[in-house]
Nanobody
Framework: VQLQASGGGLVQAGGSLRLSCVVS????????MGWFRQAPGKEREFVST????????YYSDSVKGRFTISRDNAKNTVYLQMNSLEPEDTAVYYC?????????????????WGQGTLVTVSS
């Protein structure tokens, strides 16, 4: 199983970025997906998750209303659209895959992880 995250970069506060995560080696259309992030000096935290069909999506309180998770099962890709970015969003963002149809909030629910993509938001 491979997860390849991309789309990070440097952006000013208030700006937008879209992260992508291409998945191979599993049946993507049967896999719940999630995004997590780890800021410098902090533990990794949950950001967003969606079920295998994209019908259900959930967000952490810190990103709700600003970030949107989506997926294209024909392209084996999950996205994270990030708007109104704040300096506090600066982190390495990781995509992760479950061995389940369902969404998940906890790291322990995920069996495969991408390498991470760095997002830096300047003030």
């Amino acid at each position: 199983v491979q997860l390849q995250a991309s789309g990070g970069g440097l952006v000013q506060a208030g700006g937008s970025l879209r992260l992508s995560c291409v998945v191979s080696g599993l049946t993507f259309s049967s896999t719940g997906m999630g995004w997590f992030r780890q800021a410098p000096g902090k533990e990794r935290e949950f950001v967003s998750t969606t079920d295998s069909s994209g019908s259900y999506s959930y967000y952490s309180d810190s990103v709700k209303g600003r970030f949107t998770i989506s997926r294209d099962n024909a392209k084996n890709t999950v996205y994270l659209q990030m708007n109104s970015l704040e300096p506090e969003d600066t982190a390495v963002y990781y995509c992760a895959a479950r061995s389940s149809h369902y969404y998940g909030y906890m790291e322990s629910q995920y069996t495969s992880w991408g390498q991470g993509t760095l997002v830096t938001v300047s003030s």
